[in-house]
């Protein structure tokens, strides 16, 4: 069965709604994923965040403008009474449970279930569409199947055998339509795959059911070579590797959700990534793939903090490393890059969640020195090892701008600079210049 996944934008009018039709319309079986309405999430961000704070009357406010756009699109997708009347008592039901929220207690938890509900409510009011218009679909509850462990990571076992038990109570059905984003934790709670989490719903269903394809549908004509919000001209790369999307995804590739490569690449299933405003645009297809010797594109990751660590005594000889990792791993916190020399390591991370206890730990055996605001630039491509040049014409191109740090020969894919904030633009326009002669 073959996965689609619509993002926002592809499902963020009463129009693009309709418009979805003609892309999901056809006799081949489908699992469709679909994503909240474009600013949803981030509507209902705003309100857990007024919640927290205990505004409760900005929050009624935020809660009141969300629910007139949603009847406003309600009243533009559907054209029969009895149609409108179901969208308007889904409507009631998802927004009397936000509401609920104002008058009880708030913590995390309940962010989350607030989180949930525009998944819920776009795929109920599709499915609605589809029904009104004849067309027979089955709505798949996430919530059923879709499940992350104790750490956090999906539980692929779990999911492919509940997608499986819930795809069997619809034997004849070849339309179903599911949640992206949303998911169950370990302990049973409503939980989320992140931000921009529908594409790893999408591929984690493509794995489990070792599909022929997963299509990431989107509002861009596919993987651009270079980030568009931020350079002028960019192109669309028509193929590539697992890990060189993986890279590009993880390291701020927006089109991408940064873990959502993975699964996809495990059960070797390729992820075609097209335009809902352009079907018929070539898109970017990304599959195992003998293709080496090129640079590929560039992405940025905002919001990274350097730590440099030294130790006056000398102690890189054995053990230093150790001790500074463990101290990153007792607080959960990845580190992205790593450059080492004799005396001392720097290391980055992209989450300050647990920065002050880290450094802490570390000023008890060491000198550490702090740099926030960082952005990685990452160059992807495939760089065989005795390929000269490469290197050369990377750093050339980044003459100009100060680089904090540099890794390059920890992977075959991507070579990567550490910049303040304040260079990325001129990083990414040099590079682009540099690289693609754009
Ligand atoms: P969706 O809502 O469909 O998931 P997203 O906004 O998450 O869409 O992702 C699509 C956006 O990703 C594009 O509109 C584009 O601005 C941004 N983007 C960032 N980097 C790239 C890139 N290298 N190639 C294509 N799009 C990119
Ligand atoms: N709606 C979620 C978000 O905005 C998930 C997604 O769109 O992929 O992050
Ligand atoms: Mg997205």
Redesign the pocket.
């Known amino acids: 069965m073959v996965v689609l996944k619509f993002?926002?934008?592809?499902v963020g009018s009463a129009e693009r709604m309709k418009n979805l039709v003609n892309l999901i319309h056809s006799p081949a079986p489908k699992i469709v994923v679909l994503?909240a309405m474009?600013g949803t999430t981030n509507a209902l961000v705003e309100i857990a965040n007024a919640l927290y704070a205990k505004e409760n009357s900005k929050a009624n406010d935020l809660i009141n403008t969300l629910e007139k756009r949603y009847q406003a699109v309600l009243t533009e997708l559907y054209s029969q009474e009895t149609t409108l009347n179901k969208g308007k008592e889904l409507l009631k039901n998802h927004f009397d449970f936000i509401r609920s929220f104002t008058l009880d207690m708030f913590t995390a938890n309940e962010e989350k279930a607030i989180l949930a509900q525009g998944e819920l409510l776009s795929t109920a009011m599709e499915h609605f569409y589809l029904e009104e218009i004849g067309i027979k679909s089955v709505l798949l509850p996430a919530l059923n199947f879709m499940r992350i462990d104790a750490n956090d990571e999906p539980d692929l076992k779990y999911i492919e055998e509940n997608l499986k038990l819930e795809l069997a109570k619809h034997g004849e059905t070849n339309l179903f339509i599911t949640q992206g984003y949303i998911c169950r934790n370990a302990f049973g709670e409503i939980d989320n795959l992140k931000r921009?989490g529908?594409?790893y719903t999408a591929t984690l269903i493509g794995a489990a059911l070792t599909s022929p394809e997963i299509q990431i549908w989107?509002?861009?004509d596919g993987?651009?070579n270079?980030?568009?919000?931020i350079v002028e001209k960019t192109f669309p790369v028509t193929e590539l590797s697992f890990d060189e999307a993986a890279e590009?995804a993880y390291f701020g590739?927006?089109?991408l959700h940064p873990t959502c490569v993975l699964p996809a690449q495990k059960r070797n299933v390729p992820v075609r990534l097209l335009n809902t405003m352009q079907p018929k645009a070539q898109g970017t297809v990304i599959k195992e793939s003998a293709v080496t010797d090129r640079i590929t594109?560039v992405?940025a990751k905002d919001g990274i903090t350097a730590i440099n660590i030294k130790s006056g005594r000398m102690l890189l000889a054995y053990g230093f490393l150790r001790s500074v990792f463990e101290i990153f791993e007792r607080y959960k916190t990845p580190i992205d890059m790593i450059t080492t020399s004799e005396v001392a390591v720097s290391v980055t991370i992209d989450s300050d969640k647990n920065l002050e206890s880290i450094i802490n730990e570390l000023r008890e055996f060491c000198t550490v020195e702090v740099d926030q605001n960082q952005t990685i630039v990452c160059v992807v491509g495939s760089f065989a090892a005795e390929k000269q040049g490469m290197a050369g014409k990377i750093f050339d191109s980044l003459k100009n701008i100060p680089l904090r740090m540099i890794s390059y020969g920890g992977s075959e894919n991507n070579v990567s600079v550490l910049v303040d904030t304040k260079y990325k633009k001129d990083a990414l326009v040099a590079l682009n210049k540099g690289l693609f002669n754009l």
């Open positions: 993002g926002g934008t592809s994503s474009s921009g529908s594409d989107t509002d861009i993987m651009h270079n980030d568009p919000r590009l590739a927006k089109i594109a992405a």
